[in-house]
Each structure stands twice: as structure tokens, then as C-alpha cells.
């Protein structure tokens, strides 16, 4: 089952590596928005969406750039 995953980046942050796991485990947008909209007003800022299949992370694909 797809979750989804939010990550944000808190106020006066600016390295994307720094993220910060707010939401974890939403099956739907809705929820996104919900906690999206509470975590600006705690000051987060610079969202990103991801999504967790349930599957262990394969690293021999890894691709590097």
C-alpha cells in the first residue's frame, strides 16, 4: 500500500538535506494539505511530497550524478 511522506525544511533552513519528516503514512492528498498548512504556520517552509511503497530501498540502483 502507497503511503505518502512530507518533508519541509524549518524557518531560516535553507540546506534541502536538513529536511524534516512531518508527515508520515497520509493515503491522501488531503491530509498533505492538512499538516502542510499547519506547519507554515509553525514556520516550515520549501515542502517536497514523496512516497513509500512498503518496499526495502534496492541501493545497487543507485544512480550517482
Same mark, same amino acid.
Given at each position: =500500500?502507497?503511503? %505518502? $511522506? +512530507?518533508? *519541509?525544511?524549518?524557518?531560516?533552513?535553507?540546506?534541502?538535506? =536538513?529536511?524534516? %519528516? $512531518? +508527515?508520515? *503514512?497520509?493515503?491522501?492528498?488531503?491530509?498533505?494539505?492538512?499538516?502542510?498548512? %499547519?506547519?507554515?504556520?509553525?514556520?516550515?517552509?520549501?515542502?517536497?511530497?514523496?512516497?513509500?511503497?512498503?518496499?526495502?530501498?534496492?541501493?545497487?540502483?543507485?544512480?550517482?550524478?
Amino acid at each position: =500500500m502507497r503511503e %505518502l $511522506l +512530507l518533508y *519541509g525544511l524549518e524557518k531560516g533552513e535553507s540546506r534541502d538535506y =536538513m529536511e524534516t %519528516l $512531518l +508527515l508520515s *503514512g497520509a493515503k491522501t492528498m488531503a491530509g498533505i494539505e492538512r499538516v502542510t498548512k %499547519l506547519a507554515t504556520e509553525a514556520g516550515f517552509h520549501s515542502f517536497r511530497v514523496g512516497s513509500y511503497n512498503g518496499e526495502a530501498p534496492n541501493f545497487a540502483k543507485a544512480v550517482n550524478v
